[in-house]
């Protein structure tokens, strides 16, 4: 059977390659930000904060790799969403086609 809705398969392999780049780095800058917080206070004063900032930084850190985390599933749910949505569609098309067939045999 001929695949229809060309564009939506297309938007849900998007937003899942999407989501999954933004997981990606949001885990990495997550862990890069809060790494450098821990370790090093030298390198925040070059940006202005003092050694006392890294409590600060730390929950910044935090903060964006959840976030980041949460924003990227939900852009790949988005895309499974869409998945879900073509697999109704199909099987309710091939179900319409079968009655029709069947009914037509009743005739």
């Known amino acids: 059977m001929k695949k229809r809705f060309k564009f939506l398969r297309t938007m849900a392999n998007i937003f899942r390659i999407l989501g999954v780049i933004i997981c990606a ?10 790494v450098l917080s821990i370790s090093n206070s030298n390198f925040w004063s070059l940006f202005g904060y003092s050694s006392y900032d890294s409590v600060l930084t730390v929950t910044i850190g ?9 924003t990227g599933l ?5 895309g499974e969403l869409i998945f879900v949505f ?5 099987n309710t098309h091939r179900t319409s086609v079968f009655l029709e067939e069947m009914q037509k045999e009743q005739d």
Request: glycine letters at 14%; a negative charge.
């Open 62 to 70: 935090v903060v964006a790799l959840v976030s980041g985390l949460l």
């Open 86 to 90: 073509l697999a109704i569609e199909e």
């Open 25 to 34: 780095l949001s885990l990495l800058g997550g862990i890069i930000l809060i």
């Open 74 to 78: 939900i852009t790949y749910g988005y």
